[in-house]
Nanobody
Framework: QVQLVESGGGLVQAGGSLRLSCTAS????????MGWFRQAPGKEREFVAR????????YYADSVKGRFTISRDNAKSTVYLQMNSLKPEDTAVYSC???????????????WGQGTQVTVSS
């Protein structure tokens, strides 16, 4: 059974930092793009960041560019999201996503984690 398990969420003051982790089990995604999405209360889920299988290519939503950094360690089957200079509008449930090898842009994620809550207080 494929599982993506996130950790690292919590409560932080504006301007603070958090590091999210997502560990995969049940199969390897070392050849697949992986990424992060988030959903705030009353809003639709939105894309945050993605990273290619090699870790060389990354892409970010404009709202987090320059503040968030995505990385991965294929040996540990883990993807990370370093979040700096957090703002109250970053408050959301953050979910990890993985996809099939051919879906380079993470357009249609096949696997999702359960999500981890990030709350940024002002």
């Amino acid at each position: 059974q494929v599982q993506l398990v996130e950790s690292g969420g919590g409560l932080v003051q504006a301007g603070g930092s958090l590091r999210l982790s997502c560990t995969a089990s049940g199969r390897t995604f070392s050849s697949s793009t992986m990424g992060w999405f988030r959903q705030a209360p009353g809003k639709e889920r939105e894309f945050v960041a993605r990273i290619s299988w090699s870790g060389i290519t990354t892409y970010y939503a404009d709202s987090v560019k320059g503040r968030f950094t995505i990385s991965r360690d294929n040996a540990k089957s883990t993807v990370y999201l370093q979040m700096n200079s957090l703002k109250p509008e970053d408050t959301a449930v953050y979910s990890c996503a993985a996809t099939r090898v051919s879906d380079y842009n993470l357009a249609d994620p096949q696997y999702w984690g359960q999500g981890t809550q990030v709350t940024v207080s002002s």
